[in-house]
């Protein structure tokens, strides 16, 4: 069964630094989202692009954060200058179009700690 | 923004007990999901529902869509221990159809 796959599973940064989340959405799906979740909490909604623009995002999606799908597989985050708080899994999803374009399947999440 | 009220916050049960939990929201939601995460992994989608009234089973598992659209209920009959994880609901509202709003989850343990 086709899944969305996300790397690295772990990232460690210093605080600053630059970050890029990496993704492959399942490959007949055309809705792509970025979501976060804070350990012992829920998940977040951080963005969502369809194609190749931003179609929604949250107020936690700062001039901090970026998305891009730079070739026909990949969908990444960029955070540009990461913050303690940003510490947390962040998992990217995928919705296919037409009926089931409101089923988002989710990766299985980047661990992103920053010290 | 809106907040979905997700009960009970935590369940223990034994095997082969039956499993209700349920989500609330002051809004209309147009669709509810339901997802299952274990833990250091991603939600894995359980059910999805879109009309009012509406219940689907998927397996031992069965969701309803409220009649008020703003509410859904999960049910997981004869629990078995790989039942185990966290349980969430999501939905969409407000016109939104990509940021789905998320429950705070339940904590669903099974003592075999």
């Known amino acids: 069964e086709p899944e969305v796959t996300q790397t690295p599973s772990h990232q460690v940064t210093q605080m600053g630094q630059e970050v890029i989340l990496r993704c492959v959405p399942i490959s007949n799906h055309l809705y792509f989202y970025w979501y976060r979740q804070i350990l012992g909490q829920k998940v977040e909604f951080l963005v969502s692009?369809?194609?190749?623009?931003?179609?929604?995002k949250s107020e936690i999606f700062d001039d901090q954060f970026s998305v891009e799908r730079p070739d026909g597989s990949n969908f990444t985050l960029k955070i540009r200058s990461t913050k303690l708080e940003d510490s947390a899994m962040y998992f990217c999803?995928?919705?296919?179009?037409?009926?089931?374009?409101?089923?988002?399947?989710f990766g299985p999440g980047t661990r992103l700690t920053v010290t | 923004g809106q907040q979905l009220n997700q009960s009970p916050q935590s369940m223990f049960i034994q095997e082969g007990e039956d499993v209700s939990m349920n989500c609330t929201s002051s809004?209309?939601?147009?669709?509810w999901l339901w997802y299952k995460q274990d833990p250091g992994e991603g939600p894995v989608l359980l059910i999805a529902l879109y009309k009012a009234g509406e219940l689907t089973s998927n397996g031992r598992l069965t969701a309803q869509f409220g009649i008020t659209r703003k509410d859904s209920f999960l049910n997981i009959s004869a629990s078995i221990p790989s039942d185990v994880g966290i349980y969430f609901c999501a939905g969409f509202s407000g016109g939104s159809n990509y940021k789905l709003t998320f429950g705070k989850g339940t904590l669903l343990t099974v003592n075999p």
């Open positions: 692009f369809y194609n190749n623009e931003i179609s929604e």
């Open positions: 999803a995928s919705s296919p179009p037409g009926q089931g374009v409101n089923e988002q399947y």
């Open positions: 809004s209309i939601f147009n669709t």
